[in-house]
């Protein structure tokens, strides 16, 4: 019994997942220090103060406001969570869209590039086909795929720089980001599509329900009333699943793993390495893409048309998620809702106390630095490596040597001569 706990606590798996909950538990320690030393600076904050924003850097997901005599108050709150798991659809994708590269050997740096690209194809297709004379649930599907296939080509791009040209990934997926980004610009630039019709929104393109398109809820209003979440988390979390399946249980999945872990042993062994670095950077880039798609599908949020000036963050911090999931597809649903649940929680403390919400951005970011030494983390909560044999050159204490085993006597020699006797003795 003893030995099955021993192999259960040293198997890599178990060791991966308790170092991103050692990484998350390091982040909060270190954002409750600092959230200490900023409330004892501050004469608006205090003690007391700082107490109460430790308690919502923890809790804030679950809090409820304020009672009459102005404590916190905590509990099950509906609106928080759903719009947690609304914040949360983004990220998976993004998520996956970075794991499934980094499973493949390929850093996919681009995803809010192909992000912006998903977004610019479905509300052109979700606002440009009219509702009236085509079915609304029919534009919804078809700007979700046309979402899909435009992170899919440019994700695709870089893949093929890769494949072809053996440039590296990371330089073309930065490039390709910033392009994106002007294209976009200059497209919805180009376009009817900026919001006119409220006289307060400047630089912002119309929300989809303005052509009647919007994300089915699927009864989680019913369970999160007054949120934003809708249908959109559900998508993401199968995909989430057909990413798993894809790579652990498919011939595809393991070719393409095989080409991340070695492209050159992967071509001797008969696999098509090119095609499947395009198809690996191209599969990350539809996961962005439908990123943006279900974001902006959801009706409830506008896009910001003048994007020039900067990039999405769902999309960087999608290496975020995957970093801490240690690219696992399953554990890519779970770090993207503590990731979202970290943003309520900076919304709750800005909005509750004195603190600026961007003391949550010192969580995450000391989450990410730990998560990028998970391989340490692990070795070190496997206990000391493996002895290592001798190299050339190093003492080796040599082994004493066997003593020969005595020859086994004939059966039945029969009588000796004295003859032979005398032979012996000679």
Known sequence: M????????????????LASLLSILIGLAVGGVVALLVGLGNANIGAKGAWEGIRLIVMGLFSTGRDAAGALTFGFNPVNIGNMLFRATPLILTGLSVALAFKT?????G?????????????????????????????????????????????????LLKALLNINEVIACIMTNWIAANVVTWLFDLSNLKNVAENTKSGYIYKTTFNNVATSKLGLDKIFPGSQVNGGFIIAVLLAVLVYILLSKTTFGYELKACGANRHAARYAGIKDKRNIVLSMALAGALAG??????????????????????PAAGFNGI?????????PIAVIFTGCFMSM????????ANLTAYNEYITDVIIAVIVYLSAFSLVIKLWLGGRKKKAPPRDGYLVKP????????????????????????????
């Not at 003593?403 to 003795?425: F, L, R, T, Y």
């Open 105 to 109: 050997g390929l850093f996919n740096i």
């Open 2 to 17: 003893k030995e099955n706990k021993t192999s259960f606590w040293r198997k890599d798996g178990t060791r991966s997942v």
């Open 399 to 426: 082994e004493p040597p066997k003593e020969p085993e005595p020859a086994a006597a004939e059966e039945n020699p029969g009588p000796v001569s004295p003859e032979s006797g005398k032979e012996a003795q000679e």
């Open 111 to 159: 995803a809010a590039g192909q992000y912006l690209a998903g977004t610019c194809a479905t509300l052109f297709i979700a606002l440009s086909i009219p509702s009236t004379a085509v079915p609304p649930f029919l534009i919804w599907i078809l700007a979700f795929l046309g979402g899909m296939l435009a992170g899919a080509i440019w994700g695709a791009i870089p893949g």
């Open 342 to 349: 970290l943003n309520i929680a900076g919304l709750q403390l």
């Open 290 to 311: 439908t990123a943006g798609s279900l974001y902006y599908l959801s009706g409830n949020t506008e896009f910001f048309w003048n994007t020039y000036q900067s990039l």
């Open 320 to 328: 975020a998620v995957a970093l801490l999931a240690v690219n696992n």
